[in-house]
Structure formats: structure tokens, C-alpha cells
């Protein structure tokens, strides 16, 4: 990279941890951004930012890191394409430059936050130097000159990230699932899936692929996966994988020289979540984790924030915050995990997924879908007759009418189905004013 032109797409997380990493690398970076301010994160005084839009200085780079929250649509890019420049993302950028023996990736529409989380405990209690970084917490490129041949990296990587590899080759890699999600920029469920697919796409027979066998996206994507494919399912019995026997609560891992059962014991609301404890348990044991040391973890883990997340209970009214459940599926999944009577606060920015699925898990269940968000009259036409809907615009006004509403033994569900970008700068900025309000209470 030494003195070469490189132009980075987009000043979020990613991008300004891109910027930082290419100076290191003795890069002259310029730094593109449509927004207005200048970033508030610290840059080297060698990174040249623009704001307000994207120049034409970007066409005279030698290397172009597209952001993973940058639209690839966007018409520098596709001039770009057009006179070859490569366009990267942050991930292939952070990949070539780690040294990590092992690299552990893990994509799918949900889940990836809560199996990464563990993947990386699970590593750390089997005694490896474990980095977990990508689409949570860290981005690759603040933790890949850190990285030695003698750590393993779990990274959960999006759709987004996968679109511009071109070299990135896990060891170890997963897809969860693959349900509707960022059709508005993929344009296609195909399209979507085509991109997770790019998980794989360097893999060798050496390597292995971890993929959800009740899942028929993972089920089409095995046909061309070079890796060996190691199965797991919540709801049928494998010869060789791993699995969950739903009648005594017993989990099984045929794998290798791993073949053990033991009874799943987690404090983990959810089917799904035991689908994110069968993908983790899969990679740890091909990474050669032993199962003391996954069976220690698994006792103590109880999830992660934003995702199911328990608030409090007031006047014995339960508050729940899932503000990672940023699409329809996920949910859908969450108003799964629990019997009811529930309140659901829902909506945000869309994403051009159906609401209508939802219909039949919401009858009997959900008592009251408080809606907020610029996508709220588009979930109330959609699901008309199902339950009762009203529309209080933002999160505020929608815990004060909750706390009014629920009866003792209800739960107050923040599950939004759609994205936070109309009001919030993230998820986890609206969980954590979900929390706020919730503890004000």
C-alpha cells in the first residue's frame, strides 16, 4: 500500500477504522463521505476528507474501500467499475492484512451476533488468542495488525461486506439462514443469498463450511461449497454433524473424533437461539475446542445486548429489548420466543420485505403493535385485522402508551422489523434509548 491513492467510501465505524489502517500502511488515503461534518473520530493528519458528497478525486485512486453502509449503487462506484479500479471492502481490506492462523466467519440473516459472541468464548476458553471483530464490535481493519499467526479471528461478516471480496478465505466459515432482508439494496432473495454465498467462495476441501441443514437456501448454497460441510439442525437427526433431540433436551455432536452428547442447558430464550448453539458448538469443535470447555461457556452465557435483550420488570410487567431485530424475520423469531399477552413496538426504516408473514404468529399472542418510524403507516395497511395498531411516531411516546397498556404478566416487546436509520444512528442506539426510557419508568 506504501504511496498508493486510496479512497475510502463512507466515514462510519468501518470506514474511519480503513482510513486509519491504510495510513499505517503508508497509503495516501483521501476519505469520502455525503454527509456535511466533518468526523468526530480522530483521524491521522495524513487523511485527506471530503464531505457533501463524493468527487471525482476518487476516480484518480489507485484502490477504492467501499463502507459496508455505502450503497454500491452509487454512481462514483459504477464509474469506478467502469475504468477498472478495484473496489474493495473494509473486510478484504482487514483480511490481507491479518495474520491470524485461523479465521472463523459467520454470516446468515439472523443470529450472527449471538453465535460470533459465543464462537469467540468458546475459542477463548479452549486457550487460543481470540479476536472477535467485523460487523460486531470492532471493525476488522482497528484489530488485523494486531492479529499473530498464533490467534484465531472470528469475524461476523454481512451481505454488505461479502459483496467486494475477492481474496478472503476463512478457515472456518457459516451461513445461519438465509431469509428476506435488504431486498431495497440486493433487489432479490436470490441476489441476497448469492451474496452470503461469497462466505465460501475460497474455500478449499482443507477447509470447513458450517450451514443449517433446515434451511433451504443453505441447502442449495452446499451444492457448490468446496469445503467440508458440517450440518447442524434443531429438527431432525444427523448421521454425521451436530443436532438437538427436542424430547429430552439433548444436544449431539457427531463430528470427527468428537462424538459426545450432552443435555443443552441455556438461558437463552427462543428456538432460534438453539439453532445459534448448535452453528457455535459446529465451529468450535472443528476448530478443535473440546466440550469442557464449551460446556463451561454455554453455562454461563445469557445472550447478547439488543438481541431479546431482558430490561427490568415494573409492576410485574416484563420489558424486552430487541432492537436488533432490524427485519421481518428476526421478528418474527422473537415473537416466537415468547407466549404472550405481549405489546410489540414495531417499525423504523423498511426494508422492503412483506409485513404480512407476521399475521399468523400475531393473533392470539400480541395484544397492542405500537408503531414508530417512517415505515409505520406501511405496517399498519399490512397488517389490518390482526391485532389492534396504533401509530405513536417515536419511541418516546410509544413506552409512555406501553406502560399505560400493560397488564400485570404482559410483556413489552421493542422488536422493530425494520432498520434505525429514519431516527436512530444504529440499533444500538435505539436500544439504548429504549432502555433509557424503560428504566425511567
Same mark, same amino acid.
Given at each position: 500500500?506504501?504511496?498508493?491513492?486510496?479512497?475510502?467510501?463512507?466515514? !462510519?465505524?468501518?470506514?474511519?477504522?480503513?482510513?486509519?489502517?491504510?495510513?499505517?500502511?503508508?497509503?495516501? +488515503?483521501?476519505?469520502? %463521505?455525503?454527509?456535511?461534518?466533518? #468526523?468526530?473520530?480522530?483521524?491521522?493528519?495524513?487523511?485527506?476528507?471530503?464531505?457533501?458528497?463524493?468527487?471525482?478525486?476518487?476516480?484518480?485512486?489507485?484502490?477504492?474501500?467501499?463502507?459496508?453502509?455505502?450503497? !454500491?449503487?452509487?454512481?462514483v462506484l459504477r464509474r469506478?467499475?467502469?475504468?477498472? /479500479?478495484?473496489?474493495?471492502?473494509?473486510?478484504?481490506?482487514?483480511?490481507?492484512?491479518?495474520?491470524?492462523?485461523?479465521?472463523?466467519?459467520?454470516?446468515?440473516?439472523?443470529?450472527?451476533?449471538?453465535?460470533?459472541?459465543?464462537?469467540?468464548?468458546?475459542?477463548?476458553?479452549?486457550?487460543?488468542? =481470540?479476536?472477535?471483530?467485523?460487523?460486531?464490535?470492532?471493525?476488522?481493519?482497528?484489530?488485523?495488525?494486531?492479529?499473530?499467526?498464533?490467534?484465531?479471528?472470528?469475524?461476523?461478516?454481512?451481505?454488505?461486506q461479502l459483496e467486494n471480496?475477492?481474496?478472503?478465505?476463512? =478457515?472456518?466459515?457459516?451461513?445461519?439462514?438465509? =431469509?428476506?432482508?435488504?431486498?431495497?439494496?440486493?433487489?432479490?432473495?436470490?441476489?441476497?443469498?448469492?451474496?452470503?454465498?461469497? /462466505?465460501?467462495?475460497?474455500?478449499?476441501?482443507?477447509?470447513?463450511?458450517?450451514?443449517?441443514?433446515? %434451511?433451504?437456501?443453505?441447502?442449495?448454497?452446499?451444492?457448490?461449497?468446496?469445503?467440508?460441510?458440517?450440518?447442524?439442525?434443531?429438527?431432525?437427526?444427523?448421521?454425521?454433524?451436530?443436532?438437538?433431540?427436542?424430547?429430552?433436551?439433548?444436544?449431539?455432536?457427531?463430528?470427527?473424533?468428537?462424538?459426545?452428547?450432552?443435555?443443552?442447558?441455556?438461558?437463552?430464550?427462543? #428456538?432460534?437461539? /438453539?439453532?445459534?448453539?448448535?452453528?457455535? +458448538?459446529?465451529?468450535?469443535?472443528?476448530?478443535?475446542?473440546?466440550?469442557?470447555?464449551?460446556?463451561?461457556?454455554?453455562?454461563?452465557?445469557?445472550?447478547?445486548?439488543?438481541?431479546?435483550?431482558? +430490561?427490568?420488570?415494573?409492576?410485574?410487567?416484563?420489558?424486552?429489548?430487541?432492537?436488533?431485530?432490524?427485519?421481518? %424475520?428476526?421478528?418474527?423469531?422473537?415473537?416466537?420466543?415468547?407466549?404472550?399477552?405481549?405489546?410489540?413496538?414495531?417499525?423504523?426504516?423498511?426494508?422492503?420485505?412483506?409485513?404480512? #408473514?407476521?399475521?399468523?404468529?400475531?393473533?392470539?399472542?400480541?395484544r397492542r403493535i405500537l408503531?414508530?418510524?417512517?415505515?409505520?403507516?406501511?405496517?399498519?395497511?399490512?397488517? &389490518?385485522?390482526?391485532?389492534?395498531?396504533?401509530?405513536? %411516531?417515536?419511541?418516546?411516546?410509544? +413506552? &409512555?402508551?406501553?406502560?399505560?397498556?400493560?397488564?400485570?404478566?404482559? =410483556?413489552?416487546?421493542?422488536?422493530?422489523?425494520?432498520?434505525?436509520?429514519?431516527?436512530?444512528?444504529?440499533?444500538?442506539?435505539?436500544?439504548?434509548?429504549?432502555?433509557?426510557?424503560? &428504566?425511567?419508568?
Open positions: 500500500m506504501k504511496q498508493r491513492r486510496v479512497g475510502v467510501i463512507g466515514a !462510519g465505524r468501518s470506514g474511519l477504522a480503513a482510513a486509519r489502517l491504510l495510513c499505517r500502511l503508508g497509503a495516501r +488515503v483521501l476519505l469520502s %463521505d455525503s454527509g456535511a461534518g466533518r #468526523p468526530a473520530a480522530s483521524l491521522p493528519k495524513a487523511v485527506t476528507v471530503e464531505t457533501g458528497g463524493h468527487s471525482n478525486r476518487l476516480l484518480e485512486c489507485d484502490l477504492l474501500i467501499r463502507s459496508p453502509g455505502v450503497s !454500491g449503487h452509487l454512481p469506478a467499475a467502469r475504468l477498472g /479500479i478495484p473496489i474493495w471492502s473494509e473486510l478484504e481490506l482487514g483480511s490481507r492484512v491479518s495474520r491470524s492462523r485461523r479465521v472463523v466467519a459467520i454470516t446468515g440473516t439472523n443470529g450472527k451476533t449471538t453465535t460470533t459472541t459465543l464462537v469467540g468464548k468458546f475459542f477463548t476458553a479452549g486457550g487460543e488468542r =481470540t479476536w472477535v471483530a467485523g460487523n460486531i464490535g470492532k471493525p476488522l481493519s482497528d484489530v488485523a495488525a494486531k492479529t499473530s499467526p498464533r490467534s484465531t479471528l472470528v469475524l461476523e461478516v454481512s451481505s454488505y471480496v475477492e481474496t478472503f478465505h476463512p =478457515t472456518i466459515s457459516a451461513i445461519l439462514n438465509v =431469509t428476506p432482508d435488504h431486498l431495497e439494496h440486493h433487489g432479490s432473495l436470490r441476489a441476497y443469498a448469492e451474496a452470503k454465498a461469497r /462466505i465460501f467462495m475460497n474455500q478449499t476441501a482443507r477447509d470447513v463450511c458450517v450451514l443449517n441443514a433446515d %434451511d433451504a437456501w443453505c441447502r442449495r448454497l452446499a451444492k457448490r461449497c468446496k469445503a467440508k460441510v458440517l450440518w447442524f439442525s434443531r429438527k431432525r437427526r444427523l448421521t454425521r454433524g451436530i443436532y438437538w433431540e427436542p424430547e429430552d433436551g439433548t444436544l449431539h455432536l457427531r463430528w470427527g473424533s468428537h462424538q459426545r452428547s450432552w443435555p443443552l442447558h441455556t438461558g437463552l430464550p427462543g #428456538p432460534h437461539n /438453539i439453532e445459534n448453539v448448535l452453528a457455535a +458448538v459446529g465451529m468450535a469443535a472443528a476448530g478443535g475446542v473440546c466440550v469442557p470447555a464449551m460446556r463451561r461457556v454455554l453455562s454461563a452465557f445469557r445472550g447478547v445486548e439488543h438481541r431479546l435483550e431482558f +430490561v427490568r420488570t415494573l409492576r410485574q410487567v416484563r420489558y424486552v429489548n430487541d432492537s436488533k431485530g432490524t427485519n421481518v %424475520d428476526s421478528t418474527r423469531v422473537a415473537l416466537a420466543s415468547f407466549p404472550g399477552p405481549l405489546i410489540v413496538i414495531m417499525g423504523g426504516e423498511g426494508k422492503g420485505a412483506p409485513y404480512a #408473514p407476521l399475521k399468523s404468529l400475531l393473533k392470539g399472542r400480541v408503531l414508530i418510524g417512517e415505515d409505520a403507516r406501511r405496517i399498519e395497511k399490512q397488517l &389490518r385485522g390482526a391485532v389492534p395498531m396504533e401509530r405513536l %411516531d417515536t419511541l418516546a411516546k410509544a +413506552v &409512555r402508551r406501553a406502560h399505560q397498556l400493560a397488564l400485570p404478566g404482559e =410483556t413489552v416487546l421493542l422488536s422493530p422489523a425494520c432498520a434505525s436509520f429514519d431516527q436512530y444512528d444504529n440499533y444500538e442506539e435505539r436500544g439504548g434509548h429504549f432502555k433509557s426510557l424503560v &428504566r425511567r419508568l
